[in-house]
T-cell receptor, first 113, second 114 residues
């Protein structure tokens, strides 16, 4: 039982390049989330998926797109990376009720030059 | 909408000393409250949570938090900290019967000195 896995762990991009961050969970959770973490800003929700086939914008969606490929997988795409997207990205999953714990992946550290 | 305020961005403390990390929330309806811990270079993991019942909740590694409805607080305490408790701590709130997405505070960095 691996929980939530993310790839890659680290990535360096040049401005304008694109990339996809991958996330998978093996807990049969309905809901999945993408957050970014920046110093002094805490966690900010980028996009979330309440269930397979649905996605919704969070607090900071600009410059990102997502795909809920199936119940297990939820990917985050940067179409044209900008230095402001330098951050640590976390994927999380939960059963999708307000009392449920969120389970987080180990994070992807992204540097955009 | 609910909000969470963690009053201290950084809390330095000596090993074996007591510590309190403060968390206040605002919500007009019933809430569920969480503390998550993030060790260096790792993702967040649940430390403890309050759903209902006893207002004092405990974790397996000696932390406790008390839900105070009148003061809208959920402060985290430990009577004696270890070096290994050095981490970032996040308070989070979600609304009973409402959006299942929690709102996170900005985090408090606990730094334990030998």
């Amino acid at each position: 039982n691996a929980g939530v896995t993310q790839t890659p762990k680290f990535q360096v991009l040049k401005t304008g390049q694109s990339m996809t961050l991958q996330c998978a969970q093996d807990m049969n959770h309905n809901s999945m989330y993408w957050y970014r973490q920046d110093p002094g800003m805490g966690l900010r929700l980028i996009y979330y998926s309440a269930s397979e086939g649905t996605t919704d914008k969070g607090e900071v969606p600009n410059g990102y797109n997502v795909s809920r490929l199936n119940k297990r997988e939820f990917s985050l795409r940067l179409e044209s990376a900008a230095p402001s997207q330098t951050s640590v990205y976390f994927c999380a999953s939960s059963d999708g009720t307000s009392k449920e714990t969120q389970y987080f992946g180990p994070g992807t550290r992204l540097l955009v030059l | 909408a609910q909000s969470v305020t963690q009053l201290d961005s950084q809390v330095p403390v000596f090993e074996e000393a007591p510590v309190e990390l403060r968390c206040n929330y605002s919500s007009s309806v019933s809430v569920y409250l969480f503390w998550y811990v993030q060790y260096p270079n790792q993702g967040l993991q649940l430390l403890l949570k309050y759903l209902s019942g006893s207002t004092l909740v405990e974790s397996i590694n000696g932390f406790e938090a008390e839900f105070n409805k009148s003061q809208t607080s959920f402060h985290l305490r430990k009577p004696s900290v270890h070096i290994s408790d050095t981490a970032e701590y996040f308070c989070a709130v979600s609304v009973s019967g409402g959006s299942y997405i929690p709102t996170f505070g900005r985090g408090t960095s606990l730094i334990v000195h030998p």
